[in-house]
């Protein structure tokens, strides 16, 4: 695959997706973040892709937007419109991690600030390092949380503390980000990808169709009504009964073996 700005390599199932401007923190210009929607395109459309992990090369995850790109375009006097880059970039690549129906998980290396921890928070699991860190960089340049941040960050870890982290940018160490629900998981930095990859490998061998039906009642429930939800679970319920992993499933609790899931 012929990305400058990422790297795509795919094993056994598992997708891994590394943001890769080193020196920048993984800072994201425009062809990352074009890459990135393509990246996650072609996730989705590989049958043999069946779980995607998300992480930064160096000592960064994301530090968001790439404030030098947008310092470029003031000085030559051609002023950004924030409201379309996001519209355009950041807003479908959210979108796109969410409605994958295949789990995707970060591993976060390192920093995540800015659009970057709000990339972090679009993923379906997130393991860090000891050494990671969070911050809602946005209010320290005078911005507001964007790419879904004030969606995500107040169901993961409550309004008080999403508002403290909007309002003050102050930085979160990835202990504190476990404590609060931020995050699933803290390792140590030298086992981020090994426990990545090995919790990868185990949702290469799970029931992938189900869960993709188990994300979109996740995200249906989060804005609808009890009875909304019910009512949603019945129709995805209706399409799981219908895989054939979920008659493997069945057959195998029967027989008292352990299952063998196609994704299918
Ligand atoms: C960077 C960046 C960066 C460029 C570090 N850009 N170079 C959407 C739509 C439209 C408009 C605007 O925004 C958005 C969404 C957003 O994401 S807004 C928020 C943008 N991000 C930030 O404000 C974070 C800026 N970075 C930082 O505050 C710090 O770098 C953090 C706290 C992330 C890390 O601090 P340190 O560990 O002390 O590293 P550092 O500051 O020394 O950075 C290392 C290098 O990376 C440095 O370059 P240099 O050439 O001096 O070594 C930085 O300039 C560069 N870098 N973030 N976003």
């Known amino acids: 695959m012929g990305y400058e700005t990422i790297l795509f390599e795919k094993e056994d199932g598992v997708l891994t997706i590394t943001l890769n401007r080193p020196d920048k923190l993984n800072a994201a210009n425009d062809t990352m ?17 069946r779980a ?3 992480t930064g090369a160096g000592r960064g995850f994301c530090a968001g937007q790439d404030l030098g790109n947008v310092k470029e375009r003031l000085d ?3 002023r950004m419109d924030y409201g379309a880059h996001l519209r355009h970039t950041y807003n479908p690549l959210i979108l796109r991690i969410r409605q994958l129906p295949k789990p995707v998980i970060a591993a976060v290396n390192g920093v995540a600030a800015g659009a970057g921890m709000s990339l972090v928070m679009a993923c379906d699991l997130r393991l860090a390092a000891e050494s990671a860190s969070f911050l809602q960089a946005f209010v320290r340049v005078g911005l ?18 999403a508002a403290e982290m909007m309002l003050t ?16 998981k803290v390792v ?13 490998g185990e949702f290469a061998n799970a029931p992938t169709k189900v869960i993709g039906y188990i994300k979109r009642a996740l995200d249906y429930a989060a804005t609808s009504s009890l009875e909304e939800a019910l009512e949603y679970e019945a ?4 399409l799981a009964g219908r895989t054939n992993d979920h008659l ?7 027989e008292k073996r352990p299952p063998k899931y196609t994704g299918t």
Do not use: C, H
């Not at 949380?145 to 870890?157: A, E, H, N, V, Y």
């Open 76 to 78: 030559t006097g051609g």
């Open 188 to 200: 140590p930095d030298d086992a981020l990808m090994e426990d990545a990859r090995k919790l990868a």
């Open 248 to 254: 493997e499933g069945l057959r195998a609790f029967l």
């Open 169 to 184: 940018g102050r930085r979160i160490s990835a202990q504190e980000a476990y404590e609060w629900g931020l995050i699933n």
């Open 235 to 238: 129709d995805m319920q209706e």
């Open 33 to 49: 973040l074009s890459e990135l929607q393509d990246a996650f395109k072609q996730a989705g459309r590989d049958q043999e892709v």
């Open 144 to 161: 507001v949380p964007d790419s879904g941040s004030t969606w995500m960050l107040p169901r993961l870890i409550g309004m008080a503390r």
């Open 52 to 54: 995607v992990i998300l």
